[in-house]
């Protein structure tokens, strides 16, 4: 019976910070991101199936700029209509104080999703621990 659950899809438990083996637990030890200096505190081990979390090559560090990078410009995308970005004025230093200002906001988040992503890459559905060869 439990074999035959259904799978969990895998960008919603992405982005709700769930194990990449099962996604059912969560990776990080606290829900909320605050207080801010245990954002990034993760568990040892998936308590439902024994993935193990850490890892000491994790530190997501390129996947966090490069995500960073992709929220300034994506700040265009409500910014421009809903303020209008113009030559003629400031107002595109305006949309860069704003920009740094949502990704200097929004860096905790980034930094657990980056670690998520990197845990996806690296372990796919139901291959906790057990070594898998053939398939
Ligand atoms: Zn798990």
């Not at 438990?13 to 990449?20: D, Q, R, T």
């Not at 004025?89 to 988040?109: I, W």
């Amino acid at each position: 019976m439990a074999s035959s659950a259904p799978k969990p899809s895998l960008l919603p438990a992405l982005f709700s910070m769930k194990c990449p083996s099962c996604r059912k637990s969560t990776v990080f030890i606290n829900k909320s991101i605050f207080p801010l200096g245990k954002c990034l505190a993760m568990k040892d081990e998936c308590e439902v199936c024994g993935q193990r979390m850490k890892s000491e090559s994790n530190n997501g560090g390129g996947i966090n700029y490069a995500l960073t990078m992709m929220l300034f410009f994506l700040n265009l995308l409500w910014y421009w209509p809903v303020f209008g970005l113009s030559y003629k004025d400031n107002s595109v230093f305006y949309f860069l104080g704003v920009s740094v200002t949502v990704v200097v906001l929004a860096q905790p988040y980034l930094m657990r999703l980056s670690r998520m992503l990197y845990l996806y890459m690296y372990t796919a559905f139901g291959h906790s621990r057990r070594v898998n060869t053939g398939d």
